[in-house]
Nanobody
């Protein structure tokens, strides 16, 4: 399974970006997909996840109301619409996909896409 995430870039505070993630190389459908981010010198933290079985989402408090996660389970794709960006949103954003197959869990990560928000 390969995950390709894209859409990062440089944007001014208050601006918007949309990240995309696509999983390929499998006929299985991801159960959950999510975005994580890692700022310089800090640990990787959860930004948002989506569970395809019921469409439920989980969004970190730090981005709630500004970021929206969406996805298409049939295509194993996921998006993160980021609005009202702040300098503290600057980080490398990583896509994650979790597959549950025959009672086993498989997690995959994208290569990361840099988001830089200037003040």
């Amino acid at each position: 399974v390969q995950l390709v995430d894209s859409g990062g870039g440089l944007v001014q505070a208050g601006g918007s970006l949309k990240l995309s993630c696509a999983a390929s190389g499998t006929t299985f459908k991801a159960n959950t997909m999510g975005w994580y981010r890692q700022a310089p010198g800090k640990q990787r933290v959860l930004v948002a996840t989506i569970t395809f079985s019921d469409g439920s989402t989980n969004v970190a408090d730090s981005v709630k109301g500004r970021f929206t996660i969406s996805g298409d389970s049939a295509k194993n794709t996921m998006y993160l619409q980021m609005n009202s960006l702040k300098p503290e949103d600057t980080a490398v954003y990583y896509c994650n996909a979790a597959f549950r197959i025959l009672l086993r869990s498989y997690d995959y990560w994208g290569q990361g896409t840099q988001v830089t928000v200037s003040s």
